[in-house]
C-alpha cells in the first residue's frame, strides 16, 4: 500500500495523463481510503479550477491597431525587398558572390 | 483560375501560403491568433502594457521565424514558444516573487501536513464550474501566481489553464517531460497553498 508522502509526490500525475498507470491506479485507491490525501487531491483541482475561470482581458482595441500597424510595415518593407533586388545587385556587385 | 482568399483557408493551408511569403496570408494569420497571442502573454506576464508589447514583438519574430516553422509541432505550440522566450526575456524580479529555489521545498510533504488541520476554512459552496471569482479572491488568484517564478507560471499556465499536454509544454519550453512535471507539482503545490482557505473543502467519504 502506497503512503502518504509517496502519494503527494506523485499526486500530481494522477490529474494528468497516465491515468491508467500503475502508479496512478495505486494512487487511485489509496486516496478511496485516505480522507486527508483526498482533500488534497480535491484542493489541488480547485485550485486548478479557479485558476481557469479568472477572466482573462480580451485584446485592447489599441493594441490591435498597434501591431497592424507595425505589421503592415513589416509585409510593406518586405514587399519593396522582393522589388528592389536588382538594384541592389547593381550597387554591390560582389555581395552575391560568396 | 480564381485564388482563394485567405480568409477562406483553413489553418494549415494559411501557415503554408503565409510561409511561401504571401503577405496578406501573413495578415490573415496574425488577425486569427493576435487574441490568443495577447491573453496567453497576460497570463504569463500579469501586465495589459506588458502582454502588449509582447504580442508585438511576437509577431515580429514570427514574420521573421516563419520559414523555418517545418509543420512538425502544431503551430499553436511553437507559438507558444516564441512568446514564451518574449516574455522571458522582459522579466525582471518582482517585489515578492520567489526564488527559484524555493519552490524546491514544495516536494516535500510538510506542505500537506496542514490539510485537513485548518480551524475553520472559508466555505465554498459552489462546484468548480460554477465558480464566479470575485473581486477578494481575484485579488489573492493575482497576488499567488505573481509570486510563482515566471519559470513555473509558464508550465502551470500551459498545462492547466491552456491544456497543453505535458510533451507539448516540455517541447515549447526546450525542457524535460520530467523537469516539466516537477516544475508543475511544484507550481500546483505552491498555489494550492496561498489559496488554502479558499480551497480547503472537507473530504468527501465515497
Redesign the interface.
Known amino acids: 500500500m502506497m503512503k ?2 509517496e502519494v ?2 506523485h499526486i ?2 494522477s490529474l ?2 497516465d491515468l491508467g498507470s500503475p502508479q496512478c491506479r495505486a494512487i487511485k485507491k489509496h486516496i ?1 481510503r485516505c ?2 490525501c ?3 487531491l ?19 482595441a ?3 491597431k ?3 500597424t ?3 510595415a ?2 510593406a518593407s ?2 519593396q525587398a ?1 522589388r528592389q533586388p536588382r538594384k541592389s545587385q547593381k550597387k554591390n556587385p560582389t555581395r552575391d558572390r560568396t | 483560375m480564381r485564388t482563394r482568399s485567405p480568409r477562406n483557408l483553413p489553418d494549415d493551408e494559411l501557415i503554408r501560403v503565409a510561409r511561401d511569403g504571401d503577405n496578406p496570408a501573413f495578415t490573415e494569420l496574425v488577425r486569427r491568433y493576435e487574441d490568443t497571442v495577447y491573453r496567453f502573454s497576460y497570463k504569463i506576464c500579469r501586465d495589459p502594457a506588458k502582454a502588449a508589447e509582447t504580442l508585438q514583438d511576437t509577431f515580429v519574430n514570427v514574420f521573421r521565424k516563419l520559414r523555418t516553422f517545418d509543420g512538425k509541432s502544431k503551430f499553436s505550440t511553437w507559438l507558444y514558444t516564441i512568446v514564451t522566450n518574449n516574455c522571458l526575456m522582459k522579466r525582471r524580479k518582482r517585489k515578492g516573487e520567489l526564488l527559484e529555489e524555493s519552490l524546491e521545498a514544495y516536494d516535500h510533504p510538510q506542505h500537506q501536513q496542514t490539510i485537513g488541520h485548518r480551524s475553520q476554512p472559508l466555505s465554498m459552496h459552489e462546484t468548480p464550474a460554477d465558480l464566479v471569482i470575485g473581486k477578494e479572491l481575484r485579488e489573492v488568484l493575482d497576488r499567488a501566481i505573481t509570486r510563482l517564478p515566471e519559470d513555473y507560471r509558464v508550465v502551470f499556465v500551459m498545462r492547466d489553464i491552456e491544456g497543453q499536454s505535458n510533451g507539448e509544454t516540455a517541447r515549447a519550453l526546450g525542457l524535460s517531460v520530467e523537469a516539466t512535471k516537477s516544475r508543475l507539482r511544484r507550481a500546483r503545490a505552491f498555489l494550492r497553498e496561498q489559496l488554502d482557505p479558499y480551497v480547503h473543502t472537507p473530504a468527501r467519504i465515497a
Open positions: 502518504c508522502d503527494y509526490l500530481c500525475d494528468d495523463e478511496e480522507p486527508e483526498r482533500t488534497y480535491s484542493s489541488l483541482k480547485t485550485t486548478i479550477a479557479l485558476y481557469c475561470a479568472v477572466p482573462v482581458p480580451r485584446l485592447p489599441q493594441a490591435h498597434d501591431l497592424f507595425t505589421i503592415s513589416l509585409t518586405a514587399a522582393c
